[in-house]
């Protein structure tokens, strides 16, 4: 089975902190993606990477930026936090594929507070 | 602008009932439909997947269909259990730019 695993599951910083939210996956995936998921938002995409060192601008990448330094790991910085950055944050990955049918594997996602 | 919405926005059922959510969509051209199950606390999980070509598929006791005419979709649950509590998400995916769109979910509650 696919493992994608968040470094934290709750997490609570204060405004004007610098953030770091880690994702390891364990399959091997070219591309890695961050959402954040809000009520009645849905989930948005924020970042993703298709190879290491490769990234691009979501929906929404304002006050965010990633870094891929490994196929493994893919990290969302919140460059300096603050409250309306309070949300729950999913990471995902899945192999590349032509076709585009893959599903993506999310994490179980940190919760984050901003106070 | 591409659009995903779903409805209801939540749900509660008795155990045993059967239910059916519906998804509709404005992303055009049309890629694929993929149904999501979170689970609370947790990522979503790949329920089902829907090509351009494929009108109905079951998972289980999950039977999602699909109206690309009518950029519909619904998702059918047969005699729904306890663990059937949770968030139904549907992704659309685009041809262009190959990125995708996600409903805002249906939260489903089964009561025993």
């Known amino acids: 089975d696919v493992k994608v695993t968040q470094s934290s599951r709750y997490l609570v910083k204060r405004t004007g902190e610098k953030v770091f939210l880690e994702c390891v996956q364990d399959?091997?995936?070219?591309?890695m993606f961050w959402y954040r998921q809000d009520p009645g938002l849905g989930l948005r995409l924020i970042y993703f990477?298709?190879?290491?060192?490769?990234?691009e601008k979501g929906d929404i990448p304002e006050g965010y930026s990633v870094s891929r330094e490994k196929k493994e790991r893919f990290s969302l910085i919140l460059e300096s936090a603050s409250t309306n950055q309070t949300s729950m944050y999913l990471c995902?990955?899945?192999?590349?594929?032509?076709?585009?049918?893959?599903?993506?594997?999310f994490g179980d996602g940190t919760r984050l507070s901003i106070l | 602008k591409n659009q995903v919405e779903q409805s209801p926005q939540s749900l509660i059922i008795l155990e045993g009932k059967n239910c059916t959510l519906q998804?509709?969509?404005?992303?055009?051209?049309?890629?694929?439909l993929r149904w999501y199950k979170q689970d609370t606390g947790r990522g979503p999980v790949s329920l089902t997947i829907?090509?351009?070509?494929?009108n109905t598929k079951s998972n289980g006791r999950y039977t999602a269909t699909l109206d690309a005419d009518t950029k519909q979709s619904s998702l059918h649950i047969t005699a729904s259990q306890l663990s059937d509590s949770a968030s139904y998400i549907c992704?659309?995916?685009?041809?262009?730019?190959?990125?995708?769109?996600f409903g805002g979910g249906t939260r489903l509650m089964v009561k025993p």
């Open positions: 829907m090509t351009f070509s494929e």
């Open positions: 998804c509709n969509y404005t992303v055009s051209p049309f890629s694929n």
């Open positions: 992704v659309v995916r685009g041809w262009a730019g190959n990125m995708l769109t």
């Open positions: 995902a990955s899945n192999p590349f594929d032509i076709d585009s049918n893959q599903p993506q594997h």
């Open positions: 990477s298709y190879d290491v060192k490769m990234k």
């Open positions: 399959m091997d995936h070219e591309n």
